[in-house]
T-cell receptor, first 114, second 110 residues
Framework: AQSVTQPDIHITVSEGASLELRCNYS??????LFWYVQSPGQGLQLLLK??????LVQGIKGFEAEFKRSQSSFNLRKPSVHWSDAAEYFC????????????FGSGTRLSIRP | EAQVTQNPRYLITVTGKKLTVTCSQN?????MSWYRQDPGLGLRQIYY???????DKGDVPEGYKVSRKEKRNFPLILESPSPNQTSLYFC?????????FGPGTRLTVL
């Protein structure tokens, strides 16, 4: 069955510290992987996506993610977080075409400690 | 500006009173979806549409209807809302596998 697991419901990190948000997926075909961010009261915004090629992808706001096929993971990282990064982060997997469905994880809420 | 808009942004209603949440996109995307977001459950797809007059059920379609008479519009209809439909609703259009989300509609059914 297709699924996305974000094992951390809530993470708190200090401003300036590094961040890693975990995402594991189960998908029968070649996965297309996404990270979205949702700021309080806002819609979801695409941070980055992986379709093919280099397994380390760069996104907006200084985020990056690494696709590891052997571990079925697509973890999101940032070397130094800012207070404005406090938000909810969603990992998603799909087939990459309009005909395929996108499945979202349950989200990880990130809090920043001053 | 390329965007997906939804109206209303907030709505409080009572059980059984029909309502419609509108969704419009100006990017000429063929594919559009409706999701609901509930705490701890992430986003679940309600309905999707691959083009005008082509719609299909997502994961949680019960109690909802949609229509797609024009490419840009994809309204969500609750014929007889119930309290378990209290949720945050997102419309999205899609191109190349990437979803573009509207700002959300927070619905409360009393």
């Amino acid at each position: 069955a297709q699924s996305v697991t974000q094992p951390d419901i809530h993470i708190t990190v200090s401003e300036g510290a590094s961040l890693e948000l975990r995402c594991n997926y189960s998908y029968g075909a070649t996965p297309y992987l996404f990270w979205y961010v949702q700021s309080p009261g806002q819609g979801l915004q695409l941070l980055l996506k992986y379709f093919s090629g280099d397994t380390l992808v760069q996104g907006i706001k200084g985020f990056e993610a690494e696709f590891k096929r052997s571990q079925s993971s697509f973890n999101l990282r940032k070397p130094s977080v800012h207070w404005s990064d406090a938000a909810e982060y969603f990992c998603a997997v799909g087939g990459g075409s309009s005909a395929s469905k996108i499945i979202f994880g349950s989200g990880t809420r990130l809090s920043i400690r001053p | 500006e390329a965007q997906v808009t939804q109206n209303p942004r907030y709505l409080i209603t009572v059980t059984g009173k029909k309502l419609t949440v509108t969704c419009s996109q100006n990017m000429n995307h063929e594919y559009m979806s409706w999701y609901r977001q509930d705490p701890g459950l992430g986003l679940r797809q309600i309905y999707y549409s691959m083009n005008v007059e082509v719609t299909d059920k997502g994961d949680v379609p019960e109690g909802y209807k949609v229509s797609r008479k024009e490419k840009r519009n994809f309204p969500l209809i609750l014929e007889s809302p119930s309290p378990n439909q209290t949720s945050l609703y997102f419309c999205a259009s899609e191109w190349g596998g990437t979803q573009y989300f509207g700002p959300g509609t927070r619905l409360t059914v009393l």
